[in-house]
């Protein structure tokens, strides 16, 4: 179970290779939860609801992280358990936004109760991301707030998806100077990291500030610059997002 679990590439790009993935941990979790191991199978459920979620599979990520967390009322375990409740509010934010609040606070609550730094800092982006559908100035300081665990904890994935979210903020407002330093430091970082995805994303916001200044030029490099990274048939959405 651990070498199946161990051999899952969670970072996986393409349809195919997420779906392998998942396939892996599905068979890992099987065996941990046939051992007994309910700690290990719902670590393993909350990887497999954030491949499912990736892979489109709304009501299967659900199903896990409840799973989950069903799983560890007989075994607990707080850093796992507030992982399955920031999963489930990154599920419902497609679904029942309403819900991603109590999950969202749960997790909060619990992460700081524990010292558990990462899982207080994806539960701040996670609230973020709901607050700024409503109050964008709220949203920011959460936001803010997240970046700061993130930078102490020297986690560049963790930093890159909030300089989204803050750019978002910012765009929201209208506030196209500061989006785009935001942008800016998000495709930096996603350039360290040697994502293309995150790269793409990062490309995909600047061009769309850019054509809001009526940059034309500019706007049309970095969408065609986005174009080259993303893979059509694995993200459609993004394709999306540049042609239109």
Known sequence: ARQ???SANDSATTRMDRQAALTKLQESAQLFLNAGENIEAARVLNRMGRLQLLLNSLQDAINSHNQALDLLKSAPSVEVEVDNLNGLAAAYMYN???KVDEYVNRALTL??????????AQALLRLANRQNYEDHRLSLKTAEASLALWTNLGDKEGMARVYEQIGGCYLAQNMLSEASDSFEKQLQLWRELGSSEGQAAALINLGFIDYRKADWENSVSRFRQARLLVNETDEPERVGQIVT
Do not use: N
């Open 96 to 98: 029942d936004k309403a």
């Open 4 to 6: 199946l679990a161990a």
């Open 111 to 120: 992460s700081e109760q524990a010292g558990y730094t990462r899982g207080q």
